[in-house]
């Protein structure tokens, strides 16, 4: 079956820095474009970052960019999320997302998705 394992996460101060990894398992993820979303208690979810599988463009929210870069290690079949600059807002739990779609660019919608991890939760305090 295809899934999605993400790790990285765990608890960080303010301004530190987490890498989150999305691994592919059964497919390979080089043909998916992949992204990254959010969910922290009282909030509604949020597309964090994607990038798309055709051209590697990326699209940030405005409230990571500047401080998150989302890359691709197609080698190791696998997604990066390297969170900097880290605030106590930033906390939740993250989740990777992906969807066949190579000669599309990705978007932060969760229609646009039909895969879908188990999360990573990422905990920011002093």
Known sequence: QLQLVESG???VQPGGSLRLSCAGSGFTLDYYNIGWFRQAPGKEREGVSCV????????YADSVKGRFTISRDNAKNTVYLEMNSLKPEDT???LCVAVRVHFRRCKLSTADYDVWGQGTQVTVSS
């Open 52 to 59: 798309s599988s055709s051209d590697g463009t990326t699209y």
């Open 9 to 11: 996460g765990g608890l």
């Open 92 to 94: 939740a739990e993250y």
